[in-house]
């Protein structure tokens, strides 16, 4: 089960009380961090990418934590592209997101991305073998997926992924 303190070195009520500074502030980013982050992990993505690009506005113009949450906002959209059926879009929203989560462990140590990295590996072979519209090109001609020999397209798609801390 997800917990704030999984992501967070300080209390629910020390996040609860915080006031922003005029300029960046860490303990606001941590906030939208937290809190985006949990978002996704009940699967309501759009909110999770709202939450999270907050997090990425506020970070520093310069430096791999703001490319790294880029990932992570990225995460977010292509989940919420997949959750309307736009597998296309899914698809390459979560290329770009996991490029832009490369060396994200130097930014958010505490994440498991030995984890998440698998949990999308399924999800992109599944994007890879899906369209939204159930077609795929089979000898140069547009056929049902249905109609295709020998497809091994998974017939569920995976679990959703976590976004978990270490343990």
Known sequence: MYRIEDF???SKSDLKDSQPGPLYS????????IRGLALFNSS???DAHEVLEDAWRE??????????LQG???LA???HHQSTGNHVGARSVLERAMRNLNGA???FP???????????????????????????KFEGRNVRRHDVPNRSVPALPPALPKIMSRR
């Open 59 to 68: 970070s520093p113009q310069h430096g791999p934590l703001r490319r790294h």
């Open 26 to 33: 860490a303990k606001m980013h941590e906030n939208h961090l």
């Open 8 to 10: 967070c070195c300080c």
């Open 72 to 74: 992570m906002v990225q």
């Open 44 to 46: 309501r993505f759009f």
């Open 110 to 136: 505490d994440i498991d991305f030995e984890r998440l990295r698998d949990e999308v590996t399924l999800w992109r072979q599944y994007l890879d073998h899906s369209e939204s519209a159930g077609e795929k």
């Open 77 to 79: 959209v292509a989940f």
């Open 105 to 107: 462990d130097s930014s």
